[in-house]
């Protein structure tokens, strides 16, 4: 199989993607490098959603 027809053979499955665009997050992550508490709470927040960051008053 040449591979131009493994690329339109392939098969697709249904995905969702999210893309975050908080204010101040590259700031927030720049403080994260001397903050390891921070650190976990920035993973935590993309893992589990917004809830995290409000409850931390981060936003």
């Known amino acids: 199989m040449s591979e131009q027809e493994s690329i339109t053979t392939a098969p697709y499955e249904n995905r969702f993607v999210a893309f975050i665009d908080i204010l101040g997050f590259g700031q927030l992550v720049e403080q994260a490098d001397n903050d390891p508490e921070l650190r976990r ?16 008053n981060l936003y």
């Open 41 to 56: 709470t920035i993973a935590a927040a993309l893992l589990k959603g917004p809830s995290v960051l409000s409850r931390r």
